[in-house]
């Protein structure tokens, strides 16, 4: 089973080839932060027109990297939501092209579905599993029965993860995409500025990260009001150990509570080094639980996830018309 994998739901235009769900024969991912790195964010018509020139070039090395010819191709797998619907429709329209014009199947997949399937690529998925999943868009502890069953125990209320790194990064002068800096300066500095922990009512397994984010914002204010410095590195960590404690905690309690087998971190968030360890020292001593990290160039957006969780879905028969569209805010338990 060959599957090709396209993802254009945001600013990486990529393509991947799939054999038999789990191994990568190529893995082609075009980034575009540069070019959105001097506006401090995704511009999405900017993000569209990268995606319509990329697209081809970025396809063809993917079947040129994997020496796979379109006869090879079982199905054709595409981000199909949620994401930015310029973005998402140049993926969903190459893919439909190639799908006509080759005589070869469809499938649609939602991009969060991708991210959880990225650990598929690296260890045989275990039911029922929990996937913490954290990205730029999206925080949320997703419950798996089977594959392709994806039930939302908890999501974030206001910001994503990655949206809450992201802002508290601008407001440090660090550039964007300010994950990974707040990241390595937390490794260097100490967690001593007292902030916030969201845990909400006890028993809620949502998420919410803007009062932290105001309480950084606050904190660094207050202090140049007061003529004090704060050492940014201080207060990365401090930041950085409060949305950990939080996600490591509900994971933790979701896990146990649902007796999972598994649990799977998913998502640009999960390349995080704080939050990789934190998992890793909480399962260790649950061990009737496994805990499954994805490898780094794994964690943020590619189309190797794309096509593993294509692979799967195309193996329990979804198939998906040409007349297939771009769903910007499409729904992960009904898709
Ligand atoms: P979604 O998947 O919800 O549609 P997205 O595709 O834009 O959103 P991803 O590509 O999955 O998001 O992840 C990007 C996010 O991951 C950014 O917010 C980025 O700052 C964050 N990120 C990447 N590496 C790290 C890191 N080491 N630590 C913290 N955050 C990180
Ligand atoms: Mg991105
Ligand atoms: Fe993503």
């Known amino acids: 089973l060959v599957i090709l994998g396209i993802e254009t739901s945001c600013d990486e235009t990529a393509a991947a080839v799939i054999k038999n769900g789990t191994e990568i024969l190529s893995n082609v991912v075009a980034s575009q932060i540069e070019s959105h790195k001097r506006f401090g964010g995704v511009v999405p018509e900017l993000a569209s027109r990268h995606h319509v020139e990329q697209i081809t070039l970025v396809i063809e090395e993917a079947m040129k990297r994997a020496d796979v010819h379109f006869e090879d191709i079982d199905a054709i797998a ?110 260097e500095g100490k967690p001593v500025i007292d902030l916030p922990r969201a845990w909400l009512e006890e028993d809620s397994y949502d998420f919410s990260f803007s009062g932290l984010k105001s309480a950084v914002i606050n904190t660094l204010h207050n202090a140049s009001q007061k003529g004090l410095t704060i050492e940014p590195k201080d207060l990365a960590a401090s930041f950085q150990e409060s949305v950990i404690e939080v ?81 910007p805010g499409l729904d992960i338990e009904n898709f």
């Open 78 to 187: 595409v981000t199909e939501g949620p994401g930015l619907v310029g973005a998402l429709l140049v993926g969903v329209n190459a893919a439909k092209a190639l799908a006509f014009s080759r005589n070869i199947p469809l499938v649609g997949v939602h991009h969060i579905a991708g991210h959880i399937y990225a650990n598929r690529l690296e260890k045989e998925m275990k039911f029922p599993l929990l996937s913490l999943v954290v990205s730029g868009g999206h925080t949320e502890l997703v419950l798996m029965e089977e594959h392709g069953s994806f039930k939302v125990l908890g999501e974030t209320r206001d910001d994503a993860a990655g949206e809450a790194y992201d802002k508290v990064a601008r407001t440090l002068n660090l550039p964007y995409p300010g994950g990974p800096h707040i990241d390595r300066l937390a490794q």
């Open 247 to 327: 996600l490591v905690g509900k994971t933790v309690k979701a896990a146990k509570a649902y007796g999972v087998k598994q649990v799977l971190l998913a998502g640009g968030v999960a390349a995080n080094k704080g939050l990789r360890t934190a998992l890793e020292e909480a399962f260790k001593g649950i061990p009737q639980i496994e805990l499954v990290i994805p490898p780094l160039y794994l964690c943020t957006d590619n189309a190797a996830m794309i096509g593993a969780a294509g692979s799967i879905l195309y193996e329990m028969g979804k198939r998906s018309e040409l007349t297939l569209n771009a769903y």
